[in-house]
T-cell receptor
Framework: GDSVTQMEGPVTLSEEACLTI???????????LFWYVQYPGEGLQLLLKATKADDKGSNKGFEATYRKETTSFHLEKGSVQVSDSAVYFC????????????FGEGTQLTVNP | KAGVTQTPRYLIKTRGQQVTLSCSPI?????VSWYQQTPGQGLQFLFEYFSETQRNKGNFPGRFSGRQFSNSRSEMNVSTLELGDSALYLCASSWDRYNEKLFFGSGTQLSVL
């Protein structure tokens, strides 16, 4: 079945440091890929998405590129802020799965001033 | 525009009881899906409803059930509660089953004592 694997956390960075959170996936078809973010006490918010190979999703300074050859969708940001502290989830959705998302384990990011 | 509303926000029950959680999707959204979030298992898909019909179901026992009403509001029910059912239950809505963007509510935190 489908699965998503994220790098182990938690990740602690200083403000303005570079961020990379690794995500790899296993899927039977041609999935769409997503990064969601969860702030304390809140639900998940879509951060960015990519629907086909070589697509780059971007939002709020975050980027991720859909790499079919390496089955990866790593999240990157050049300069993190304290307000980026949250849990980040990589997810995939198969074309035929309706609204069903398969999530990774989540990576807790803490950014210190 | 109001977001996805889940009620109640917190719930405490004892083993053996049953519980009903409610989800009101964003106005105009017709697809509602439910997820269970726990520290050990992460985010797991429960089920998806569209046009009052269950379209997809995750790997959960029959004690977990749901329904959707004609106004797209959804409820999920858990009978004969077990300690392991303690979790954050998240509801997500979208325009239709295959829309890429899901909007999540803040969740209902269920504690089973």
């Amino acid at each position: 079945g489908d699965s998503v694997t994220q790098m182990e956390g938690p990740v602690t960075l200083s403000e303005e440091a570079c961020l990379t959170i690794n995500c790899t996936y296993t899927a039977t078809g041609y999935p769409s890929l997503f990064w969601y973010v969860q702030y304390p006490g809140e639900g998940l918010q879509l951060l960015l998405k990519a629907t086909k190979a070589d697509d780059k999703g971007s939002n709020k300074g975050f980027e991720a590129t859909y790499r079919k050859e390496t089955t990866s969708f790593h999240l990157e940001k050049g300069s993190v802020q304290v307000s980026d502290s949250a849990v980040y989830f990589c997810a995939l959705k198969e074309e035929t799965s309706g609204s069903r998302l398969t999530f990774g384990e989540g990576t807790q990011l803490t950014v210190n001033p | 525009k109001a977001g996805v509303t889940q009620t109640p926000r917190y719930l405490i029950k004892t083993r053996g009881q049953q519980v009903t959680l409610s989800c009101s999707p964003i106005s105009g959204h017709r697809s509602v899906s439910w997820y269970q979030q726990t520290p050990g298992q992460g985010l797991q898909f429960l089920f998806e409803y569209f046009s009052e019909t269950q379209r997809n179901k995750g790997n959960f026992p029959g004690r977990f059930s749901g329904r959707q009403f004609s106004n797209s509001r959804s409820e999920m029910n858990v009978s004969t509660l077990e300690l392991g059912d303690s979790a954050l239950y998240l509801c997500a809505s979208s325009w239709d089953r295959y829309n890429e963007k899901l909007f999540f509510g803040s969740g209902t935190q269920l504690s089973v004592l």
